[in-house]
């Protein structure tokens, strides 16, 4: 007993036990949406209809409409707050969110680009995961060409040039679409919505999103370290840019394959990290999982309150934007400027 009792005792047991709340949760709200609808159904018909069970106009509900938009609202919501927290780490500031390098912007420039030229809807999505990286690649070379010791403001304020130069171009595009077919499709995309998500479509994302979540898992120790700044982490044997260049190219493949499935969503990738940090405190390899689970469990709720609370759809991103700017507001005016 007398010897490693504290080391027992301390760090690694809270975390697997509230990761495993957080997966109890988490399967609780998805049998929960999967209930919700104009097609009500009772806890055992949704187990009874995945089983391959009990009504068949039930399990037709669950497979073919339901679960499809559950399993992309979790992906979804755990990909944009596993980005959040990665980009909040890299650049030591909570209120970071993942659409800092222009991905969001580039993505919906190409979105809107495929619509407008009446692409069907796997070109389109496409041409949203093309813009969305290609706007971070153009980020990163013009900041290879500028001489700046600060790197991490470099990358931010051409992130912002970038974003500000594909919004321009995405509204361009809108006043020149049609405004009875193509502009409605265009302003409820960039709204981001999973109205039409089918399993086909989210069987691309999978690969894409776990090509980037497995190199940010193991990036983990070299990400705690790389927040405690440059000179700290070559210090410690840390090559910073290799690193940082790896942990952007990652959260960025995340962030554009699951804007180019569910269009712009906006707040989850801010808002999510920071309060799994109060959580589980700021060590990465803790706030990774912590802001996926979290992630998904959050926007499965916002969206099934999108497709119940009103006659119509209601736009994801208005629902995370409601949530969400009350959240920032009560952020700032807690005065938390630094990263801990």
Do not use: C
């Not at 949760?25 to 018909?45: C, F, H, K, R």
């Not at 982490?233 to 394959?257: H, K, N, Q």
């Not at 916002?302 to 700017?325: F, N, S, Y």
């Amino acid at each position: 007993m007398g010897r490693g009792t504290t080391a027992d005792v301390t760090a690694p047991r809270p975390a697997p036990t509230l990761a495993g709340w957080l997966t109890l949760g988490l399967a609780a709200l998805s049998i929960g949406a999967l209930m919700v609808g104009p097609y009500g159904l009772t806890p055992g018909e949704v187990v009874a209809a995945l089983v391959g069970r009990g009504d068949p106009q039930a399990a037709v509900v669950v497979w073919n409409i339901r679960l499809p938009r559950v399993g992309a609202a979790l992906l979804v919501g755990a990909a944009l707050a596993a980005a959040g927290a990665s980009y909040q780490a890299l650049f030591r500031n909570p209120l970071v969110s993942p659409d800092i390098l222009g991905v969001s912007a580039g993505a919906g420039l190409g979105a809107v680009a495929g619509i407008f030229l009446s692409l069907p809807v796997a070109a389109i999505q496409l041409s949203a995961f093309a813009g969305g990286m290609a706007a971070v690649a153009v980020v990163a070379f013009v900041a290879s060409l500028v001489r700046n010791t600060d790197r991490t403001l470099t990358l931010v304020l051409i992130g912002v040039v970038i974003g500000a130069l594909a919004g321009a171009a995405t509204s361009l595009l809108k006043v020149m679409a049609d405004p009875y077919d193509q502009l409605p499709a265009i302003t409820f995309w960039l709204l981001g919505s999973l109205a039409a998500v089918t399993s086909g479509d989210i069987l691309p994302a999978l690969p894409a999103v776990a090509a980037g979540l497995v190199p940010l898992a193991l990036l983990r120790w070299r990400i705690n370290v790389l927040s405690l700044g440059d000179e700290e982490a070559s210090a410690l044997g840390v090559e910073a840019a290799r690193t940082r260049f790896l942990v952007i190219v990652a959260a960025t493949l995340i962030t554009a394959s699951v804007t180019a499935l569910a269009g712009v969503v906006g707040w989850v990738g801010l808002v999510i990290p920071h309060i799994a940090r109060m959580l589980v405190g700021p060590g990465f390899g803790r706030l990774l999982p912590a802001s996926a689970l979290i992630g998904a469990g959050y926007l499965l709720v916002v969206d099934t309150l999108a497709r119940t609370m009103a006659q119509i759809e209601v736009p994801l991103g208005i629902l995370t934007a409601v949530i969400g700017a009350p959240f920032f507001v009560w952020l700032l005016a807690r005065g938390r400027r630094g990263w801990s």
